[in-house]
């Protein structure tokens, strides 16, 4: 018996120290492979419809993780026509500045879109030039087009050189794995803290034809204006011309990419490529003041805010969706000012995370944001229940209400200056301490 006693205790140790292992195991894991957002879209990935004349395909190469695709082509049939926009960071990377010189130049060519993840080829001087090259004149020989139609991008770690050879020796793969189907496994190789791929489209008939865009993007941290931390690529199947997708692209800019901050941070990779390959058979559209100009622009437009509140909706650590809606402002530029103030404040994002309606913050975000504004004339609501009026709290007002809705996942702010006409609406999330999580260790 005592034999058997000694054999169980023996046992029950190891068990004890398996169980230690294994939750060790279980913490690491935890740490390493990002939980899905609270605030992704519950269906997951939406079915993206075909753009005909566009082909996908994906590759492991290694460039920074180990076992998963990081790298993305897309080939675009002749004819299409491309359109950008890029951040303004002065510390633009060699990837941005090549797409910057290319875009915008018309061509009966073929066009290619190739994506690294991983390694963002920023501040790699010369070396971050010659990447740029070999990848892009790699693709261009192996589609059989002029190098000035290959677009690259680049996003990960800043200051380290892109092993771009690792890059090129998966060209011939790429080629012979090129599909139009593969819009999902290209959403999910460009993504790097994301923790979802994100992805949306919009039909719309022009001229009794219909007409058909989708779009991917990524985006999770480093997310502020001009444009906002994210690469995104947005297709087509439009008749339209170069000039009207670039006016149509440049003019919804503002009011989506350029309204939403995560951390209020400017990458220097941002880019937005959208391709046409003008395969419907709805009438070309050229003119801007035309209705077709009109209703592709609306549509564009839906699929450009839905990507961009996806990208919110990952923000890094996420746990609340937030809409900043500021009206009443002296002009549209004071009303922004005001949005971003409250937007990219670590006070008012913080008691957000903690659920707390401390509209104090708000006041304080208000005052410092260098508007026009007025102390009585002021109106603070979170949704619909009024926070503050005329300069003191609401009488109307009960903190308990407030505490309970500051408990949902979407928010509203809403701030009336009470001084004239300008309104701008800019989208945020709150600030918790899984963002230092994710940023304290980047690199290793």
Known sequence: ?????????????????????????????????????PLAPKDGFPELPVIEGVRFATAAAGVRYAGRADVMLVECAPGTAVAGAFTRSSTRAAPVLDCEAKVGKGSKDGAA??????????FTG?????????????????????????????????????????????????????????????????????TFPKGASATVEIGGQTVTIAGIAKGSGMIAPDMATMLVYIFTDANITQPALQKALSGLVDDTFN???????????????????????????????SKSYREFRSALGQVMLDLAHQVVRDGEGATKFVEVAVSGADSSADAKKVAFAIANSPLVKTSIAGQDPNWGRIVMAVGKSGAKADRDRLTISLGDIVVAENGWVSP?????????????????????????TGASRVWTCDLTHRYIDINADYRS
Do not use: C, W
């Open 126 to 194: 010369s070396a971050g030039i010659e990447a740029v090259r070999s990848v892009t004149s790699a693709v261009a020989e192996a589609l059989g087009l002029p190098e000035a139609r290959v677009f690259s991008s680049s996003t990960g770690v800043i200051g380290e050189p892109l092993p771009h050879d690792r890059i090129t020796a998966k060209i011939g793969e790429l080629k012979a794995d090129l599909s139009p189907g593969g819009v999902e496994a290209a959403a999910l190789a460009i993504m790097t803290t994301d």
């Open 396 to 420: 109307g007002y009960a903190e308990g209400d407030g505490a309970a809705y500051m408990r949902q996942a979407d928010l509203v702010i809403g701030v009336d200056l009470g001084l004239g």
């Open 113 to 122: 879109i190739v994506v690294n993840s991983g390694n963002a080829n920023a």
């Open 1 to 37: 018996m005592a034999k058997s006693a000694k054999k169980l205790k023996k046992l029950a140790t190891k068990v004890k120290k398996l169980k230690k292992r294994l939750k060790a195991a279980a913490e690491t894991a935890a740490e390493t492979v990002p939980a899905v957002s």
């Open 259 to 289: 309204a939403i901050t995560v951390d209020g941070d400017t990458s220097t990779s941002d880019t937005l490529l959208i391709a046409a390959t003008r395969r419907s058979k709805a009438p070309e559209i050229k003119d801007a003041r």
